[in-house]
């Protein structure tokens, strides 16, 4: 149980373009979900805090107009990444902590963001 | 500010050595406390936690970790490593109450030689 998907596991796109990766929790409901990002060889980085139904909250330091998060439904939160640029390049993870449950997370694959 | 360390940055060991991983966190209040691995190409899997209770947990695949509140800290054991415990090992922590955020340190990575 609690499994945690993330699409695409991988992608590339040009310079400017807008890339959206999806965040399902597939046997369970998740309130909230959490965007990280993880450089090469270090730990990962909390960018936002998403909430079922409402407005995500980011972390100091991080765009929000950049980092679109949409939490639509107890199953699905999405992060668009738009106008992005070669320093977006990254691996982006998601997790889910299941509603009413402990606080425990639960992690997604990942997606590796390539911006040439 | 909350963070958390981990000082040993990377680890190799030989198959059959015990392992101790230090994580050490500060924080003023209560705190839940979390071990992931992450097995190279693959997502983060929890280990073990500490919510309350005995300070000793005991996680999956052997490996057990022992919360000393007086020293903040949150060491991983095993005592026998084999080859593929080679990963990645992260330490978290996160409050008992409000935002549910973790405050993750910088890792670990272990190598096992066989």
């Known amino acids: 149980g609690a499994v945690v998907s993330q699409h695409p596991s991988w992608v590339i796109c040009k310079s400017g373009t807008s890339v959206k990766i999806e965040c399902r929790s597939l046997?369970?409901?998740?309130?909230?979900m959490f965007w990280y990002r993880q450089f090469p060889k270090q730990s990962l980085m909390l960018m936002a805090t998403?909430?079922?139904?409402?407005?995500?909250?980011?972390e100091q330091g991080v765009e929000k107009d950049k980092f679109l998060i949409n939490h639509a439904s107890l199953t699905l939160s999405t992060l668009t990444v738009t106008s992005a640029h070669p320093e977006d390049s990254s691996f982006y993870i998601c997790?889910?902590?299941?509603?009413?449950?402990?606080?425990?997370?639960?992690f997604g694959p990942g997606t590796r963001l390539t911006v040439l | 500010a909350q963070s958390v360390s981990q000082h040993n940055h990377h680890v190799i060991l030989s198959e059959a050595a015990s392992l101790e991983l230090g994580c050490n966190y500060s924080?003023?209040?209560?705190?839940?406390l979390f071990w992931y691995v992450q097995y190279p190409g693959q997502h983060l899997q929890l280990l073990l936690k500490?919510?309350?209770?005995?300070?000793l947990v005991k996680g999956i695949k052997g490996f057990e970790a022992e919360f000393i509140k007086s020293k903040f800290s949150f060491n991983l054991r095993k005592p026998s490593v084999q080859w593929s415990d080679t990963a990645e090992y992260f330490c978290?922590?996160?409050?008992?109450?409000?935002?549910?955020?973790?405050?993750f340190g910088t890792g670990t990575r272990l190598k096992v030689l066989a």
């Open positions: 978290a922590v996160t409050p008992t109450s409000g935002t549910y955020k973790y405050i």
């Open positions: 046997d369970f409901q998740a309130t909230t």
């Open positions: 500490y919510f309350s209770g005995d300070p």
């Open positions: 998403s909430n079922e139904g409402s407005k995500a909250t980011y």
């Open positions: 997790s889910a902590r299941v509603a009413g449950g402990p606080n425990t997370q639960y």
């Open positions: 924080y003023g209040g209560t705190v839940n």
